[in-house]
């Protein structure tokens, strides 16, 4: 499984989840397409999240913002 899951639910939302089960956040981003994409540190802790919202798991293809750094 991928450390990467892709949820229906606010990036707040998924912070307290993670803090409740103790679930290690490496990057959470908004995705273009509505909800939000976690990577976690270990395959064992994104299953306990993807099990953990269930239905909420966004199954298929994303949209994600572009990730630039400015220049200046």
């Known amino acids: 499984m991928s450390r ?5 639910a606010t990036p707040d939302h998924i912070e307290q989840t993670c803090e409740k089960i103790g679930a290690r956040i490496t990057a959470l981003e908004v995705l273009a397409s509505g909800g939000s994409r976690v990577v976690l540190s270990n395959s064992v802790e994104s299953a306990a999240i993807a099990r953990h919202y269930g239905t909420k798991v966004i199954q ?5 913002q572009p990730l630039r750094l400015r220049q200046g």
């Open 4 to 8: 990467a899951v892709n949820i229906q």
């Open 60 to 64: 298929g293809t994303i949209v994600r």
